[in-house]
């Protein structure tokens, strides 16, 4: 059996082609591919704008500028993610506020946002934990009695849906994440959803410098000169990354209808394992099927996911607690047993080989390797 490989993308021939007529042309940074991207993703999602960048950490660090979070306030998230998902808030001279997640999801529990909301609380950050929707309902009725923004983190949830709302709909913002193990990918690269108007025009300048014009602007009109109105950020996609992405865009469904078969293939493959469990989904939730994660006695944890490399299977925790990290202990002061449903999780979960591309002899070897390795 050849490694079976944590993550393969899904990045086509056609993909290349549009990304090599690029690279032929003269212009290769911000441009009409990106336009044109930016238009079809705001389509796809049911927003007003979309706003391509660089990264989803730089989407969320702009989104949060965007909304005015400033040294000293408070922002409300969870534990149970990547980093970048507090280091935004840490960017801003801001402080991220934990609040530990559900058993069943996961996601951040909203039945404990209230407890921690103070004077200096401006903004909720809700994670969309492995492609599932956290209770956008719940956590916008908190954030209109208290009179707060939230800025979502959709690094996993492109496709995802709770109660008929999409990422964006209920929040100032939705940022989302073209990393290189995402659904859709360029490698690096991130997008900003919003409704807002004056939201959207202040990203399209703090993107590049706080610049009046972009340079497809400048150099594709009558020459006009640009001014700067505030001290901004770099961190504008290019046309190259644009073109990657734009066909992938198209096929999202597909990719999605094949990691669903997947998902319920593992399912029904644990099924009869007592020693793994794994993260429910909710009724009325269309996961978006980024990860999938399982759950093993946590003494066990590393010892299972070296036998798995060992007998070439690709692996990855998501995630370890933010919280526990040495940067948020040592600043912050934080302890094991802070937040313990995420540490549960986060000292637990293994995530599994999962992408279009993994053929059914693939899948049963995965299978088969697991059920025996948990077993003993």
């Known amino acids: 059996m050849r490694k ?32 044109l991207f930016e238009d079809k993703l705001s389509a796809c999602l049911g927003a007003k704008y979309a706003v391509a960048v660089t990264s989803c950490t730089e989407a969320l660090f702009l989104s949060l500028m965007g909304i005015g979070i400033k040294p000293g306030d408070e922002v409300i998230t969870t534990p149970l993610s990547f980093v970048a998902t507090a280091n935004a808030i840490e960017y801003c001279l801001a402080k991220p506020v934990f609040v ?14 209230e407890k921690s909301i103070t004077k200096r609380t401006r903004a909720i950050l809700p994670v969309h934990l492995y492609g599932h929707m956290a209770d956008m309902k719940k956590i916008s009725l908190i954030a209109k009695k208290y009179k707060l923004k939230i800025i979502e983190d959709s690094a996993h949830c492109i496709e995802g849906k709770r109660d008929g709302i999409r990422p964006g709909q209920l929040s100032n913002s939705a940022c989302f994440s073209f990393y290189a193990t995402k659904n859709i990918t360029s490698g690096e690269g991130g997008a900003i959803v919003t409704n807002g108007s004056r939201l959207y025009k202040w990203l399209l300048m703090a993107r590049l ?14 020459y006009e000169h640009y001014d700067m109105e505030f001290l901004g950020y770099k961190a504008n996609m290019s046309d190259i990354s644009a073109a990657l992405l734009l066909n992938q865009l198209e096929k999202i469904d597909k990719f999605w209808v094949k990691k669903e078969r997947i998902a319920k293939y593992y399912n029904h493959s644990f099924r009869v394992n007592s020693k793994i469990k794994i993260p429910k989904i909710l009724p009325n939730v ?17 010892k299972i996911i070296h036998m798995l490399q060992k007998r070439k299977i690709g692996v990855a925790v998501n995630f370890r607690p933010i919280h526990l990290m040495k940067f948020y202990r040592k600043k912050y ?32 070897y995965i299978v088969k390797t697991v059920n025996e390795l948990t077993k003993v």
């Open 209 to 222: 410098h706080g610049i009046s014009k972009n340079a497809s602007e400048r150099y594709n009109k009558m």
């Open 4 to 35: 079976i490989e944590f993550y393969r993308h899904n990045i086509s021939r056609k993909d290349i082609q549009e990304c090599a007529t690029v690279l032929k042309s003269i212009f290769l940074t911000t441009g009409d591919k990106v336009k």
């Open 100 to 113: 530990d997640v559900e058993k069943n999801t996961g996601n951040i529990d909203p039945s404990l946002i």
């Open 333 to 364: 002061n934080y302890k094991p047993e802070n937040f313990p449903v995420a540490e549960k999780i986060g000292s637990s979960t293994i995530s599994l080989p999962f992408y279009p591309k993994l053929k059914r002899d693939e899948l049963k």
């Open 286 to 302: 269309k996961h978006a099927r980024l990860l999938y994660t399982i759950l093993v006695d946590p003494n066990k944890r590393d």
